[in-house]
Nanobody
Framework: QAQLVESGGGLVQPGGSLRLSCVAS????????IGWFRQAPGKEREGVSC????????YYADSVKGRFTISRDTAKRTVYLQMNSLQPEDTAVYYC??????????????????????WGQGTQVTVSS
């Protein structure tokens, strides 16, 4: 069973950057597709970015395309979400989630939260001046 821990959230001014990390206790993280989701106060959770087990296939929501970058470091069992040009509307609790893919050579990502098997506790990102 994979346990996920997010870190890297905090308070940042508009236009600033943060890098979120999602560390997995599971040594076979390379067999999991990973997704980042966020939930703002009073809103439903939404998908932000996803990455396949190979790292070759990625997805970005339109609202973050060109500003956020997802990547994975298999050796460190970590997936990153680099967030640049942050705006107040990016304020939310950010969650990472893992979906068992059965192989490290799968080029498929998953965009629906119901498809994911494991979730982290979340990290707060606040964008405010």
């Amino acid at each position: 069973q994979a346990q996920l821990v997010e870190s890297g959230g905090g308070l940042v001014q508009p236009g600033g950057s943060l890098r979120l990390s999602c560390v997995a206790s599971e040594s076979s993280l390379n067999y999991y597709a990973i997704g980042w989701f966020r939930q703002a106060p009073g809103k439903e959770r939404e998908g932000v970015s996803c990455i396949s087990t190979t790292g070759s296939s990625t997805y970005y929501a339109d609202s973050v395309k060109g500003r956020f970058t997802i990547s994975r470091d298999t050796a460190k069992r970590t997936v990153y979400l680099q967030m640049n040009s942050l705006q107040p509307e990016d304020t939310a609790v950010y969650y990472c989630a893992a979906k068992w893919s059965g192989s490290s050579a799968v080029n498929h990502y998953y965009t629906h939260e119901g498809e994911y098997d494991y979730w982290g506790q979340g990290t707060q990102v606040t964008v405010s001046s």
